[in-house]
Each structure stands twice: as C-alpha cells, then as structure tokens.
C-alpha cells in the first residue's frame, strides 16, 4: 500500500492504479483490499477520465464489504453512476 500511495501521490496513476491492484490480487484476505479497491479505482478514473469505473466499484465494494468505511466513502460514486443512468 506505501508503494502505491507514493505513486498517487506523484500522480503517477497508472503506477498507483498497478500497485493497489496487486495489494488486492496478493493479500485477498487482507483488511486492506477494500481501500486498495477505492484508490485503484480512483487512480484509474485519474488516468483515463473513465468515471464507469467508479460505479462498477462502488457496487462491487458494497456487495463484498457493506459495513467498510471505504465502502461508505465509494457510495457517492454509486448514486453518481444511477443518477447519470437515469438521465
């Protein structure tokens, strides 16, 4: 998580977006992964402007880890992603 965090916070979001992957690909169990998933997600939004991401996330963090702050933080993204359906 260090690793990737120096990369966000150089804005080297492909690289960021690389490493929080691998935090939870490699440490699947890991209380950590919930946040590795948000700020993979946000490195990628920051690198390519794809905002689907965001909700695809969202969704996803709100299935596997409803009670996680992280997953509090990423339900904007989710109402975001309905509202933008909707219009």
């Known amino acids: 998580m260090g690793l990737a965090r120096v990369a966000f916070l150089h804005k080297q979001w492909t690289e960021a977006e690389s490493r929080y992957r691998a935090v939870v690909q490699q440490h699947a169990t890991s209380a950590s992964v919930p946040e590795a998933m948000y700020w993979a997600s946000v490195s990628h939004y920051n690198a390519t402007k794809d905002h689907t991401v965001l909700g695809r996330v969202s969704r996803e963090l709100a299935q596997k880890y409803p009670d996680n702050i992280w997953t509090g933080k990423a339900s904007v993204w989710m109402l975001a992603s ?5 219009a």
């Open 82 to 86: 309905q509202q933008q359906k909707s």
